[in-house]
């Protein structure tokens, strides 16, 4: 079946540790999108990419770094991890053209100790 | 700013009634509408979509858009207990290319 995949489903890692969480999809959908949410809070979109073109959200912290080597492929990257940045991570992908359903993968928990 | 709003809740219904979600935005150039599920500690799913002004049915749920209203709905006939999650509306708005505008989601509890 097509999907959205995300890894790791669980992640910890230290104050200040970088941290790679990566996203693939068997969709075929040029449209991939990082949201962060934190528990009672709407997901917040940190960034996304049409095709190749990079969109940064205004208020995306610069600790929070994406990159999309090719279609099915997504990686988000946290610099320096702080406290506040322990959220649920999800990815979410579309079409580019139509009605842009997105559709989610089942997230990666971050705990940061 | 773009926003979307819905009642928190929680929203309890007994077991076999109708849950009424619902859900007002604040742009009158809005493309699309959408309703998602999602339970505790799990991604949102995408259960409905709506486009134009009217009523949308699939199965037990029914989703309403009003756009002079400014307002969707989401209609959950027969609740069942399996039911019991937070609905989050996302609007896409007009000139936003793909990006959703999310609400702060409504807890649904369905009591058997």
């Known amino acids: 079946d097509a999907m959205v995949i995300q890894n790791p489903r669980y992640q910890v890692t230290q104050f200040g540790k970088p941290v790679t969480l990566s996203c693939s999809q068997t969709?075929?959908?040029?449209?991939m999108y990082w949201y962060q949410q934190k528990s009672s809070q709407a997901p917040k979109l940190l960034f996304h990419?049409?095709?190749?073109?990079?969109?940064n959200e205004a208020d995306t912290p610069d600790n929070f770094q994406s990159r999309r080597p090719n279609t099915s492929f997504c990686f988000l990257d946290i610099r320096s991890p702080g406290l506040g940045d322990a959220a649920m991570y999800l990815c979410?992908?579309?079409?580019?053209?139509?009605?842009?359903?997105?559709?989610f993968g089942p997230g990666t928990r971050l705990t940061v100790t | 700013q773009k926003e979307v709003e819905q009642n928190s809740g929680p929203l309890s219904v007994p077991e076999g009634a109708i849950a009424s979600l619902n859900c007002t935005y604040s742009d009158r150039v809005s493309q699309s509408f959408f309703w998602y599920r999602q339970y505790s500690g799990k991604s949102p799913e995408l259960i409905m979509s709506?486009?134009?002004?009217g009523d949308k049915e699939d199965g037990r749920f029914t989703a309403q858009l009003n756009k002079a209203s400014q307002y969707v709905s989401l209609l959950i006939r027969d609740s069942q207990p399996s039911d019991s999650a937070t609905y989050l509306c996302a609007v896409k708005f007009g000139n936003q290319g793909g990006k959703l505008i999310f609400g702060q989601g409504t807890e649904l509890s369905v009591k058997p």
């Open positions: 979410a992908t579309s079409l580019r053209t139509g009605n842009y359903e997105q559709y």
């Open positions: 969709l075929n959908h040029n449209v």
């Open positions: 709506i486009y134009s002004n």
């Open positions: 990419y049409y095709d190749k073109d990079f969109n």
